[in-house]
Every structure is written in structure tokens, then in C-alpha cells.
Antibody, heavy 119, light 110 residues
């Protein structure tokens, strides 16, 4: 069955950097575009970034452009999100998501990893 | 402030029909598909409606979506206690070159 397992979250100090990982299984990872979406505690959803199935196309939300970098390793079925210059406003659950080529929507979401930015 | 506008809450009684609105603009809902996601307490969001009014397999036909112009709506008929949670609309936004969400609507079964 499809599985997306995010990791790499935790408590980090303001101004530091962090890289999140998403391990995919149960589907042909290299055939799907992948997204990251986050959710601050008690708040709504915020789209962050997308990467094409072969890694050649990347797009970012304007609110985070320049601080975030999305990448993937299709040989290992891994998706990454690197974040720098973290602030308290980056505190959130970060979800990796499969983009459905049929539905054209966010087909399947991982359980998320919590990032807490605090001194 | 979310790009797409949803009411913060939508209460209902068991068996009732509840409708959630989602308002946008020509750069998002007006020219793109609308999607709805259901987030039950303590869980990750799940795709509920895609391409305005299509249901993924396994989603009950009690859930239906519609779109008109720059607005969309989600209807839940025969409301059940297990429907309690937050519902989000989403669409691509051509002006922002990305995806936007509504602020979410909390459905409460009284």
C-alpha cells in the first residue's frame, strides 16, 4: 500500500536550518510530482513547494521562496525539503504529498512531521 | 488571511444537509479545478472531492461538490457524527503560480 513517512522534524533554534525527508513506498515514486504543504498549530493549510517527477521543475510559494529548497532522489524514493533562516512562524506540521496525475489534486498525504522553532 | 474564503464553522444535526462555500477569484477558482480535503481530528488531510465534483473511490456519495464562476461549494447530506472535522477547499492560482487553500470550515454535529 502507498506509504509516505516524513522525518527530520524537531525543535530548532531561530535562524538555523533544517532538512526534512519523506520516504515513499508502495508506488512508482519516480512517476509522480510531489508537494510539501504545512499546517501551523491550530491553523489552516499552506502550500509550500512542488517538484516534477524527474526533479527538473520546481516551484515555490512566494511567502517562502529563497528560504526553502525541494529536491528528490528517485533511486531511493526520497523527497526532501531544506529550510533555512527559520523563524517561529515556520513552526508547523509539514506534510509530503503525492500529486495525482489523474485527479490533478493532492491524492495522498503523509502523516506529517512537526517542526518547532523556538529558542 | 487565506486566498480562498470559507466560513469558519458549519454546524448541523445528524441527518441534516450541510453546505460549505468557498469563494475565490478568476485567477484561481474561476479558471481552475476546485478540490476539497477532509481533515478529521488528529489526522492528515484526505482528498474528498477532485476536479470540482468527482469523488475518489471510497468516498461516500453523501459528499458532493459543485462550482460556479469564482465560487464552489461542498455539500454533506445525511450528516453523521464521523463527519466532524475540518474541510478545506483548494485550487491552483495562476497569478501566484502555485496552490491556494481556504481557511477551513469546522463541521460540528450537534
Amino acid at each position: 500500500q502507498v506509504q509516505l513517512v516524513e522525518s527530520g522534524g524537531g525543535v530548532v533554534q531561530p535562524g538555523r536550518s533544517l532538512t526534512l525527508s519523506c520516504a515513499a513506498s508502495g508506488f512508482t515514486f519516480g512517476s509522480f510530482d510531489m508537494h510539501w504543504v504545512r499546517q501551523a498549530p491550530g491553523k489552516g493549510l499552506e502550500w509550500l513547494a512542488v517538484i516534477g517527477h524527474n526533479g527538473s521543475n520546481k516551484y515555490y510559494a512566494k511567502s517562502v521562496k529563497g528560504r526553502l529548497s525541494i529536491s528528490r532522489d528517485n533511486s531511493k524514493s526520497l523527497l526532501y525539503l531544506s529550510m533555512n533562516s527559520l523563524t517561529t512562524e515556520d513552526t508547523a506540521i509539514y506534510y509530503c504529498i503525492i500529486y495525482g496525475s489523474g485527479t490533478l489534486g493532492f491524492d495522498y498525504w503523509g502523516q506529517g512531521t512537526l517542526v518547532s522553532v523556538s529558542s | 488571511q487565506s486566498v480562498l474564503t470559507q466560513p469558519p464553522s458549519a454546524p448541523g444535526t445528524p441527518g441534516q444537509r450541510v453546505t460549505i462555500s468557498c469563494s475565490g477569484s478568476s485567477s484561481n477558482i474561476g479558471n481552475n479545478y476546485v478540490f476539497w480535503y477532509q481533515q478529521l481530528p488528529g489526522t492528515a488531510p484526505k482528498l474528498l472531492i477532485y476536479r470540482n465534483n468527482e469523488r475518489p473511490s471510497g468516498v461516500p456519495n453523501r459528499f458532493s461538490g459543485s462550482k460556479s464562476g469564482t465560487s464552489a461549494s461542498l455539500a454533506i447530506s445525511g450528516l453523521r457524527s464521523e463527519d466532524e472535522g475540518n474541510y478545506y477547499c483548494a485550487a491552483r492560482d495562476d497569478g501566484l503560480s502555485g496552490w491556494v487553500f481556504g481557511g477551513g470550515t469546522k463541521v460540528t454535529v450537534l
